[in-house]
């Protein structure tokens, strides 16, 4: 069982960043590829990124690709994701979650969930 807490959400003007953090119990962090989505207002939950369980292998929704950075450190067991230059369809609660597999970028590959950091932008 892992057990996944995310932190770093909040307010922020568009143009601004922030960086989440997803700290995870139990030993077997390592174990698992780690990855973000995030569900904005009235949208179905959508893959933001995946990093593999070394840190050596990323993957990013296409349309956040060069704005959102994910990296991990395994020994301290959390998963963070930098967003930049958030706008206002960056609104959203992000969750954190843990897949077996490697670079999963649907949901079904995840099996732990975390509850979700609220993400607000301004315009």
């Known amino acids: 069982q892992v057990q996944l807490v995310e932190s770093g959400g909040g307010l922020v003007q568009a143009g601004g960043s922030l960086r989440l953090s997803c700290a995870a119990s139990?030993?077997?962090?390592?174990?698992?590829?780690m990855g973000w989505f995030r569900q904005g207002p009235g949208k179905e939950r959508e893959f933001v990124a995946v990093?593999?369980?070394?840190?050596?292998?990323?993957r990013y929704a296409d349309s956040l690709k060069g704005r959102f950075i994910i990296s991990r450190d395994n020994a301290k067991n959390t998963v963070y994701l930098q967003m930049n230059s958030l706008n206002a369809a960056d609104t959203a609660v992000y969750y954190c979650?843990?897949?077996?597999?490697?670079?999963?970028?649907?949901?079904?590959?995840?099996?732990?969930w975390g509850q979700g950091t609220q993400v607000t932008v301004s315009s």
């Open positions: 139990g030993r077997t962090f390592s174990s698992y590829a």
């Open positions: 990093i593999s369980r070394s840190g050596g292998t990323t």
């Open positions: 979650a843990a897949s077996a597999l490697s670079t999963a970028i649907i949901e079904g590959g995840y099996v732990y």
